[in-house]
């Protein structure tokens, strides 16, 4: 498990809304609804208003979103991405160590949106580097500065009040739409229990044929 650092205390605090919202999740049990567009989305592929939406909600802290972007995103966005065959949308949804997670998040969306995905993708990388002892401050902070910001940049980023309260508010509306762990993926409002190249080829295709 990668350790826990301290970024600030603005990042321990949408940190332990993370943390709350996520029991709450839990506790709720509900059946996912999730929407195909919200507000501060990032997304790759088709423009908004696609046929097809294929949303991942996944923190930058999960091992096995970290396998996902790994072993089946590069063949899932050739198939459906680079294609404009469907809108691939990311949602953050920080999981422990949040405090981690919540600057990370906050890193990538500093960094812009063209190069957010860049940013998310290093990270997730990095997860090797936690496991063999290496501080996340030290790695969040290299990929930070590779994606072209300071020092200063990077401390004011996860100190910005307004960032986090937005962050607060996506966390809310995937705990809203059901989200209890990540990665989680929605196809069309409609979450997907297999989340391998086969298993969401045959849900996205069939939304396609339709």
């Known amino acids: 498990m990668a350790p826990t650092f301290k970024f600030s205390a603005m990042s321990r605090r949408a940190a332990l809304t993370a943390a709350a919202l996520a029991a709450m999740a839990t506790v709720a049990g509900c059946s996912p609804k999730g929407a ?10 088709a423009a908004e208003g696609a046929k097809v939406t294929v949303v ?30 469907v809108r691939f949308v990311f949602r ?33 990388a990095a997860q090797r580097e936690w496991q063999a002892g290496v501080s996340p401050r030290v790695t969040l902070n290299r ?6 910001l300071s ?16 962050m607060e508010e996506r966390i809310r509306a995937g705990v809203s739409a059901g ?16 989340p391998s190249l086969a298993g969401l080829s045959a849900v996205i295709d069939a939304e396609l044929a339709k």
């Not at 930058?60 to 294609?83: H, L, S």
Request: aromatic content about 10%.
């Open 179 to 194: 989200v209890q762990g990540t990665p989680t993926f929605m196809v069309n409002g409609v979450k997907v229990n297999d």
């Open 151 to 166: 020092t200063e940049q990077i401390d004011a980023c996860v100190r910005d009040k307004d960032a986090i309260a937005a």
């Open 92 to 124: 953050e949804f920080p999981t422990p160590p949040q405090d981690v997670a919540v600057a990370g998040f906050l890193i990538a969306r500093c960094a812009g949106e063209d190069k957010y995905f860049d940013v998310i993708h290093d990270i997730m």
């Open 56 to 85: 991942e909600y996944a923190s930058i802290t999960c091992g096995a979103c970290a396998a996902w972007n790994e072993q089946v995103w590069p063949e899932f966005k050739t198939k459906y991405v680079d294609n404009n065959k």
């Open 36 to 45: 195909t567009s919200a507000e501060g989305d990032m997304a790759k592929g």
């Open 143 to 148: 990929i930070g500065q590779a994606a072209g």
